[in-house]
């Protein structure tokens, strides 16, 4: 049987803005669909929040007509529940009308509150998923428990990232739990002395690859539900970055180390050209300059470099970390000058002219201080006379290993291409790595 697994996001990940302002945030990240959860303020107007049990019916009414409206629909709700059968009827007529299709309820409940949302499932058509946080009964064993003996009417809808947190390795408990899956939170998170605090997907600590691969084996329709519980100043790049990183696990351009190569972003931008979504760095102002931009990359290539003309003003660290690494697509590599002295830059010959749009570059693995802030990036048709084509300041990568793409407003034709840092993090070294030209 053939896996569906649809991607979606969690509104709570922008619980700071209100649902309409949400709705177009998802959009402009490459979302499709949205997970709603009681409590969020709608915004656009309508008075009240997402909460079924004290919306009124003239803000349900609106609350549908904005849906309608927009090109995000919202697919799931929760986490949520009801205490009766009154209320779980008044709880799945409310997502059946916003055209809902899953609910998302707390794991760690009685027989009795199951059979209950299963009835409620099974009468209404909107499919019921177990949630988790940190709770045992929430482990993929608990979940398994309460699931036992019932039907495809309710499933586990498990959040990895707390299963992390609990100590749960997040692919044995897909592997626990497999053919009951509806629903997962796609989640990836750091490393417990960095408080486990959510991740874009492929960053982190969880196997997300391994996951991803496990419940593609499952069956059935799956809603996979990215959320971030973190908020910071990086928080919209962050989630675009799990969107980047899931359309390509689709196309099979994840590697093993569940890092998303410089190699494999023509294939990601393929993916955005076919459903007009912007890249997943740089934010498009508004969707008409998403579709443009998808339109410009509609051909989009890397364009190679000649690896023996690569020079830098100062040797990289070791062979490791020399100028040539600044370039590779090498789990691990990187260009690492030690000294900073204010100013140094890596450049090199094309191996044919080209006429570069865009152009990517990631943070490294050592500490954040040592990352490039503001850069210049140069081009040249001979070498020697060099003309600007992107300056770039203040810039954050949010987490190690995070690559950066940026957008060439004025492209022109190049023979070289120099990559120029003024600014890093204040440490004593500069790092960078996946420098790569597209056209």
């Not at 586990?156 to 299963?163: E, L, M, Q």
Request: aromatic residues 8%.
């Amino acid at each position: 049987m053939k896996t569906d697994i649809v991607l979606s996001l969690q509104a709570y990940s922008f619980r700071q803005r209100t649902f309409a302002e949400t709705l177009k945030t998802a959009a402009r990240l490459g979302f499709r669909y949205i997970e709603s959860y009681p409590g969020q303020a709608i915004g656009a107007g309508i008075a009240g929040s997402t909460d079924y049990n004290s919306i009124t019916s003239e803000s349900q009414a609106k609350l549908k007509a904005l849906l309608a409206s927009q090109p995000v629909k919202v697919i799931s709700y929760g986490v949520t529940g009801a205490n009766s059968p009154s209320q779980w009827k008044k709880l799945t007529d409310f997502c059946k009308d916003l055209g809902i299709e899953q609910i998302q309820i707390e794991a760690g409940q009685s027989k009795e509150y199951y059979d209950r949302a299963e009835e409620a499932a099974k009468t209404s058509g909107v499919r019921v998923s177990l949630h988790n946080h940190t709770q045992e009964l929430g482990k993929p064993e608990g979940m398994l428990a309460s699931l036992q003996g019932r039907s495809s009417w309710i499933g586990a809808g498990a959040d990895i990232g707390h299963w992390a947190r609990a100590g749960v390795d997040p692919v044995k408990g897909v592997e626990l739990l497999k053919g009951k899956f509806l629903g997962l939170h796609l989640v990836d998170v750091a490393p417990a002395n960095c408080g486990f605090r959510d991740l874009p997907l492929g960053s982190g600590i969880i196997d997300v690859k391994g996951v991803m691969d496990r419940l593609a084996a499952q069956g059935g329709r799956i809603l996979a539900t990215v959320e971030y519980e973190h908020d910071s100043p990086t928080l919209d790049a962050e989630v675009a970055a799990c969107v980047r990183w899931f359309r390509a696990w689709e196309k099979g351009e994840v590697k093993a180390d569940n890092k998303v190569g410089v190699k494999s972003l023509s294939a990601i931008w393929a993916g955005i050209r076919q459903s007009a979504r912007p890249d997943s760095w740089e934010m498009p102002k508004d969707a008409a300059e998403a579709v443009e931009r998808a339109k410009r990359t509609r051909k989009m290539r890397r364009l190679e470099i000649d690896k023996a003309s690569v020079k830098a003003n100062r040797p990289g660290a070791n062979e490791n970390e020399s100028a040539e690494m600044a370039f590779s697509d090498q789990a691990g590599r990187k260009f690492c000058q030690q000294n900073w002295d204010g100013n140094a830059f890596v450049s090199c010959k094309l191996k044919e002219p080209g006429t570069p749009s865009m152009y990517t570059v990631s943070s490294s693995n050592d500490e954040p201080t040592r990352d490039p802030v503001e850069w210049i990036l140069w081009g040249s048709e001979d070498g020697s006379n060099w003309f600007k084509l992107d300056h770039q300041k203040n810039q954050q990568f949010p987490t190690r290993f995070f690559l950066k793409g940026f957008e060439i407003k004025t492209p022109r034709r190049c023979g070289h291409m120099k990559f120029e840092v003024l600014a890093q993090g204040g440490n004593n070294d500069l790092q960078f790595s996946r420098l790569g030209f597209f056209e």
